[in-house]
Structures are given as C-alpha cells and as structure tokens.
C-alpha cells in the first residue's frame, strides 16, 4: 500500500548536521502519519520524531527535542529528518515509517501505531 525508502545517511563527525530524506509511493500520505526512528546495533528500536502528513503537527522524542527536526514536502510525498549537532550516541540505522493518521493532538510516535516501514539508511557519526 505505501513503499517507503529511506536516504541521506554517511559517514559524519561529530558536530556535523545531516538531513535524511525518506520518499513514499504507492498512495498519497495525506491520510498518514510518518514516524523516524533509529537502533543501535545491540539496542531496541527508539522512536525519534513524527509528523502528521496534513496539517504538518509534530512530535519528538525528548532525547532529541532541539537537536531534530521533522518536515515535509507536501508536493513530492517526502519526509525530512534534520539533525544538527551529532553525537556519536546518534549512530543507528535510522528508518522511516507510515500509520493511519490520528487528527488531533501531537501525532503519535509509538512504533506499535506504523505499519508500513523502510528498509533504514546507515548514519555513523565519528568522535
């Protein structure tokens, strides 16, 4: 129903910003939310960020509150992750995801609510 592909990950040093980009096809998104999330190696899946595709409402986990920021273009059915100020603690396979949207409050962000994923893309951030 919805193919999501993630890109935009690399190899970064510390303090570097990078903006991940993920691309949907299939259907339109105006009836979804699209979430980021990212896991370590060793570690569980962490939600990052969401974004309700209409109207444009967003939240973040509080762990990346002022360092991200979700967006997206309406027009091409793309989702942003900007993240500034990296820190080797943000080194994950970061994956992009869509779930039936929610119309009120701050999207949701548990990754229980998502039902189509990507395939992830690789950030590395080197000390």
């Known amino acids: 129903q919805v193919q999501l592909v993630e890109s935009g990950g690399g190899l970064v040093q510390a303090g570097d910003s990078l903006r991940l980009s993920c691309a949907a096809s299939?259907?339109?998104?105006?009836?979804?939310?699209i979430g980021w999330f990212r896991q370590a190696p060793g570690k569980e899946r962490e939600s990052v960020a969401a974004?309700?595709?209409?109207?444009?409402?967003?939240s973040y986990a509080d762990s990346v509150k002022g360092q991200s920021t979700i967006s997206r273009d309406i027009g091409k059915n793309l989702v942003y992750l900007q993240m500034n100020n990296l820190k080797p603690e943000d080194t994950a396979v970061y994956y992009c995801?869509?779930?039936?949207?929610?119309?009120?409050?701050?999207?949701?962000?548990?990754?229980?609510?998502?039902?189509?994923w990507g395939q992830g893309t690789q950030v590395t951030v080197s000390s």
């Open positions: 299939g259907r339109s998104l105006s009836n979804f939310n």
């Open positions: 995801a869509a779930g039936v949207t929610d119309w009120s409050g701050r999207p949701f962000i548990r990754a229980e609510k998502y039902n189509y």
């Open positions: 974004i309700r595709f209409t109207g444009g409402a967003t």
